[in-house]
Every structure is written in C-alpha cells, then in structure tokens.
C-alpha cells in the first residue's frame, strides 16, 4: 500500500511540473502574441501611409496636364487679345 502511495504521489508531481511547465509556455506565448500583434498593427498604419502616397503620386501627372493645359489655354488668349489689340480692333 505504501509503494502504491509513493507512486501516485511521484505522478502527481510529475503531472505538478508538466503544468507548471506549460503554464510558463503559455505566459511566453501570450507575450509573443501581443508582439505579433504590435508588429501587425505598425504594419497596418504603414500600408495606409503607402496607400495615401501612392495615390498623391497617381495624381501628380493629372495635376501638372491640369496645369499644363491652363497655362496653354492663357497663352492662346493673351496672344490673340494681344493681336487684337495690337490690330486696334474691340
């Protein structure tokens, strides 16, 4: 009765040390998740900075043609209100 006694208590304290063990992989583990999700969230906020960027620089090229075609546009009538003006016509 008593090596029977000594054997389930040598088990129990096995089992004891496998819980704590696994306890303390757990808290490890909890504490790389947090990092995992540290690092997923900086990277979330880095992509919508890139994403805000790359749409400024999809809308550089239509601003300069915008600007391109204005300054055009002042060109050809301050020449032709010039020709007029010169010609002595309005």
């Known amino acids: 009765m008593e090596n029977r006694l000594k054997a389930l208590e040598d ?7 496998k819980i704590t063990n696994i306890e303390k992989e757990m808290a490890k583990s909890t504490t790389e998740i947090s990092v995992i999700f540290k690092m997923l969230n900086e990277i979330e906020a ?5 994403t805000s960027d790359l749409q400024e620089l999809k809308l550089k090229p239509a601003k300069r043609w915008d600007s391109i075609v204005g300054t055009i ?13 010169a010609k002595g016509g309005f």
Request: charged residues 30%.
């Open 11 to 17: 088990r129990v304290e096995k089992v004891e040390k």
């Open 46 to 50: 880095d992509t919508k900075t890139i």
């Open 73 to 85: 546009i002042t060109v050809v009538v301050s020449t032709i209100i010039g020709y007029f003006l």
